[in-house]
């Protein structure tokens, strides 16, 4: 069984510059209960299909299959719940590690967050100066709950 182990930070835009332009995301949902997601994405000219379970501490389990581009379209266009999350990727190594940066577009415009992918929940990392607050145990964050109360409405702090 494939699973997946992931840090997120909020990313400080004083501190952090694109170094390209990134990869463009769309995705989906077919489910985003609680109990597992099941998501349809569009990586720039790449698709894939990926179901997660529900959250143990910062493990779930995670399947991703490469899918057709057309079909994944048609998925996000006719199937999926709406509205889609739009993003762009950006990758950066630290310190030997990789690291995944999204950049949110519309309803989430504004949010930056950062993520890291670890073999174990207690594998020490260094974190970047701009990955400024951890925000892994925060539900809100989830690209699935992103699409049911986006970055937008939330009460600014």
Known sequence: MGKEIER?????LAAWKPAGTGTHYKQGYLSSVKERVVRVRIEGDRAKLTIKGANVGLTRAEFEYDIPLDDAAALLDHL????????????????????EIDVFHGDNQGLVVAEIELATEDEAFARPAWAVKEVSG???YFNSNLLKSPFKTWAKA
């Open 8 to 12: 997120k930070f909020l990313v400080d």
């Open 138 to 140: 925060d539900a809100r």
């Open 80 to 99: 999926c719940e709406q509205p889609l999350i739009d993003k762009h990727r950006h990758v950066e190594v630290h310190s030997g590690k990789t690291w």
